[in-house]
């Protein structure tokens, strides 16, 4: 059988790109989508599991530090301060690591993902803005051996980061450092096309856009120009099920077996929220900590009204005016939750929303699939009835 050409996970599968390497027979036990395996892989990658008795560590995994920061000297072209990127570059030009995993993007496409083993800081800068669609990193294993690389720096969202920790010690790398990025909503590149085409005025020319802490969905377009829409004003009804399925049955939000973890959705606007879960990632934080400003984590407001609003709005696919969207995205901007506040707001709002898609589209993998830590938040919500 081709490599590639088994997919265990079938329609939850993430196309993290396993499938498509030599370490394809991993696969049925490295899979996200086929097992759950959070205690494990937090045990191995951290020397032990996060602390369910911990509000924080409930929440956003296995942690030593937390802190926002921004690049004192933002890095030309990157998505926010270039953060990501620096450490990547550092990581090169101080020998820590022979190559750094990352994800360029097509010539033909900006939106397109090319993951590639990048041996230059000029390599790796070239990779700098997500691409908010599914990309099969990990398929870039396969030119591992005979390469020469030893020492490696893998960036990417959790269903790569908890396959590459199941296969990890097969590779022949005598360093493995893992930066995290937290992800949620991926898209296939056709579901990315309508979801632009929805909700940008100037789909052709959106260079890359995130869900803010502002509670709107921020686009860069190519003439430098910006465009903001509140999160209540998307085209619910056209886009509920854009999102690619393995996303809906996703609950690794945080990145929980990355060794540093760098987003933006705990921080102030503007700011990138940084967790270091143990030493290897402090020690690729001390690589850019310099060139940084730092500020303290903080939490405001009350996210737990909100939240069930929304599955209520989700499930029953409303679509509101853009007025009112506008105007309740003006309350909520100020007087919502704020920091860490709405880092769980987003945390309980999509693992909500994944348990009651996977109940109605996977009902036999619901109890198997929720992790102990996503079953006691959802537990905390009203969900609709099946």
């Not at 690729?284 to 310099?290: G, H, K, S």
Request: charged share 25%; glycine share 6%; proline share 5%.
């Amino acid at each position: 059988m081709a490599r590639g050409s088994l997919r265990p996970a079938k329609d939850l599968c993430s196309d993290c790109g396993l499938c498509d390497s030599r370490w394809v027979a991993y696969v049925r036990q490295a899979c996200a989508f086929l097992h759950q395996q959070f205690e494990r892989m937090e045990e191995r990658a951290h020397g032990r599991s996060r602390h369910l008795a911990n509000e924080d560590e409930l929440y956003f995994g296995v942690f030593q530090r937390m802190v926002c920061a921004r690049r004192q000297s933002p890095l030309e072209g990157a998505q926010w301060t270039g953060i990501v990127s620096s450490l990547g570059e550092r990581a090169l030009e101080q020998g820590l690591v022979d190559a750094v995993l990352c994800v360029q993007q097509s010539p033909s496409d900006r939106f397109t993902p090319v993951p590639v083993l990048a041996r230059t800081p000029e390599q790796v800068r070239a990779a700098r803005v997500n691409k908010p669609t599914l990309s099969n990193n990990l398929s870039v294993l396969e030119q591992l051996p005979g390469s020469g690389i030893r020492r490696l720096l893998a960036i990417g969202v959790g269903c790569q980061v908890q396959a590459l920790r199941e296969v990890q010690a097969s590779l022949g790398l005598e360093e493995l450092y893992v930066l995290g990025l937290p992800c949620v909503d991926n898209v296939s590149r056709e579901g990315l096309q309508t979801f632009l085409e929805s909700t940008s005025r100037s789909p052709a020319t959106v260079v890359h856009y995130e869900f803010m802490q502002d509670f709107r969905i921020h686009f860069r377009h190519s003439d430098g120009s910006t465009e903001t829409v509140p999160f209540f004003g998307l085209d619910t009804p056209r886009l509920k099920e854009v999102f690619a399925p393995s996303c809906l049955s996703c609950f690794d939000y945080v990145n929980a077996g990355a060794d540093l973890v760098v987003g933006y959705m705990g921080a102030p606007f503007a700011w990138q929220w940084l967790v270091v879960r143990n030493d290897r990632g402090q020690r690729l934080l001390d690589l850019v900590e310099a060139e940084l400003e730092l500020q303290a984590v903080t939490s405001a407001g009350d996210r737990r009204q909100a939240v069930q609003q929304g599955i209520e709005a989700y499930d029953k696919a409303l679509r509101l005016p853009l007025w009112l969207a506008e105007l309740i995205g003006f309350f909520v901007q100020r007087l919502g939750p704020k920091g860490l506040e709405y880092a769980r707001f987003s945390i309980d709002s999509h693992f909500t929303r994944n348990a009651l898609w996977l109940r109605r589209h996977h009902p036999e993998k619901l109890e198997a699939h929720l992790p102990s830590f996503a079953k006691e938040i959802v537990s905390r919500y009203r969900l609709p009835k099946p």
